[in-house]
């Protein structure tokens, strides 16, 4: 394993070997079970994989949120060096990449962002397609692994691909859970012993929402789910929709598996989001 803090050493380096593929897997860091099993199927689908870690701060619409995102890069790179395989990590100041100015570019997403994350975190979208793009630009990947629990965000960024015409392959990845249910997420070891107990009712409660689907219409479901977490106080919910799995619009009539349930909400300080095909 490679650790580069400058896109300039890494691409000297990358001339040098000429790979013919090249995977990107992007993260922020606080690397848990989920990323380890993306880093594997980049290892297994391609003679290079790059890893960035680095927190980027124009997709943060709440600076206390930025402020308590966890930053563990000396254990992340313990967790990558027991990989075995051709793995560079890329690990850059904000300086690296932004240059003099830490700002997003004003992309336009349409419809695309209108919704659940780009509704309720203001910016956030144009801050992970700004670090997307840069990081597509400075690495030059053939490849690039996202993980559906951020689905949206995957859809955001296949059509940051499109519409800036960049030559690498986006590659969806399941959502990885703990055996209790809960989604894997970087964000899981800021909840208290108490909220981490509770936060497997998250995926319950989508399972319970899909064994309602063949009677009842996404509005019914939507308002038992309202009246559920008005029963659990400790878990303030921020949305639940249902939504076309494609256009990511609210749906109100389900049609065949096209669509997804998606959820986000607060436990403590912490928010937690989570889908799943509906
Ligand atoms: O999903 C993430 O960890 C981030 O949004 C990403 C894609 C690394 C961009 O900062």
């Known amino acids: 394993m490679k650790v580069f803090y400058q896109k300039s050493e890494l691409n000297a380096s990358k001339n040098k070997i000429l790979a013919k593929s090249a995977g990107l897997v992007p993260t922020m860091g606080a690397l848990h079970e989920g990323h380890i099993i993306l880093v594997k199927r980049a290892l297994e689908e391609n003679e290079l994989v790059l890893v ?36 560079w990590v890329y690990a850059p100041n904000a300086s690296d990449l932004y240059l003099e100015s830490i ?76 055996s209790d249910g809960l989604a894997m997420s970087s964000r ?13 009712l998250i995926y319950e409660t989508l399972q319970k929402a899909l064994a309602l689907k063949e009677k009842h219409s996404p509005a019914q479901i939507e308002s038992w789910i309202i009246d559920f977490f008005e029963l659990h106080p400790e878990f303030e919910l ?34 937690l989001i989570d889908n799943i095909k509906f």
């Not at 943060?60 to 790179?77: A, E, G, I, R, V």
């Not at 997804?260 to 403590?268: D, E, H, N, Q, S």
């Open 188 to 200: 899981n070891r800021l909840l208290n012993p108490k909220h981490r107990a509770m936060a497997p």
């Open 52 to 87: 960035s870690i680095f927190v980027n701060p124009t997709q943060f619409n709440d600076p206390d949120d930025l402020k308590n995102y966890p930053k563990t890069l000396k254990s992340d790179l313990q967790k990558l060096e027991k990989l075995e395989g051709n793995i």
């Open 238 to 271: 921020e949305y639940f929709t249902i939504a076309d799995a494609e256009s990511l619009q609210k749906t109100s009539v389900l049609n065949g598996t096209k669509n997804r349930a998606f959820i986000a909400v607060k436990l403590g300080n912490v928010r």
């Open 103 to 178: 700002t997003a570019k004003p992309f336009d997403f349409g419809a695309l962002e209108s919704t659940m994350e780009g509704a309720n975190r203001k910016g956030h979208f144009e801050g992970v397609a700004t670090i997307v793009q840069k990081l597509f630009e400075a690495l030059e990947p053939t490849s690039a692994y996202f993980g559906e629990k951020d689905f949206q965000q995957l859809k955001i960024v296949s059509a940051l691909v499109e519409k800036e015409k960049i030559p690498v392959k986006i590659i969806p990845c399941p959502i990885i859970r703990h």
